[in-house]
């Protein structure tokens, strides 16, 4: 079992919805993070959270909208995406940032756009 | 910048047999590595890291590594393969004074036979 839950495993969804992916951690992390995964790919870093403020985005497209409610919680808000954006997102949280502590993986969401 | 290298896409080897997986990689100062696996559907888990000390690290599984700083390596090895450990394996580094990323490999697929 992963220590960092994201919901929903899979997710299904046309260019013009709007959805949102949750990601949630209990182990008192203070950074958190989105990462794009195609595959047999590596991950590919999107947004890096430290202390509930956006500390990197890696030139995402406005598309994506992240936020981070709280210390355990951390949303990825979709709307308009196109085929392109079909992959595993992958959430994860460390300690703090900048520090020898491994980043702990949920297992994802597989997002298709139809 | 930093980098890491994974030359082996694959590597297939009979169960009950050692295995090693390749990595190097390309920092300026010191580095702090990383290996993951990656099962299917799964997210990433940690396996094990160096940061500093002793250059032969043990980490979940069976699973060790040689920091070889003269080779800039980080060679995952396993002395006895097993079925189950066929999976995705990721190399990854944080150069020091830390980066706040994450530097992936291309990842290398151990196949296991029996």
């Known amino acids: 079992d992963t220590e960092v839950t994201q919901t929903p495993k899979h997710l299904v969804m046309g260019m013009t919805n709007k959805k949102s992916l949750k990601c949630e951690q209990h182990?008192?992390?203070?950074?958190m993070y989105w990462y794009k995964q195609k595959a047999k790919k590596p991950p590919e870093l999107m947004f890096v959270?430290?202390?509930?403020?956006?500390?990197i985005n890696e030139s995402v497209p406005s598309r994506f909208s992240p936020e981070c409610p709280n210390s355990s919680l951390l949303n990825l808000h979709l709307h308009a995406l196109q085929p392109e954006d079909s992959a595993l997102y992958l959430c994860a949280s460390s300690q703090d940032l900048s520090d020898n502590q491994p980043q702990h993986f949920g297992d994802g969401t597989r997002l298709s756009i139809l | 910048a930093q980098s890491v290298a994974q030359p082996e896409d694959q590597v297939n080897v009979a169960e009950g047999n050692p295995l090693t997986v390749k990595c190097t990689y390309s920092?300026?100062?010191?580095?702090?590595l990383f290996w993951y696996v990656q099962y299917p559907n799964r997210g990433l888990q940690f396996l094990l890291k160096?940061?500093?000390?002793?250059?032969l690290v043990k980490g979940s599984y069976g699973f060790e590594a040689e920091f070889n700083k003269s080779q800039t390596s980080f060679h995952l090895k396993k002395p006895s393969a097993l079925v189950s450990d066929s999976a995705l394996y990721f190399c990854a580094v944080r150069g020091v004074p830390n980066t706040d990323k994450l530097i992936f490999g291309t990842g290398t697929r151990l196949q296991v036979f029996p």
């Open positions: 920092v300026s100062g010191n580095p702090y």
């Open positions: 182990m008192g992390h203070r950074a």
């Open positions: 160096y940061i500093t000390g002793d250059n």
């Open positions: 959270y430290s202390y509930e403020k956006l500390s």
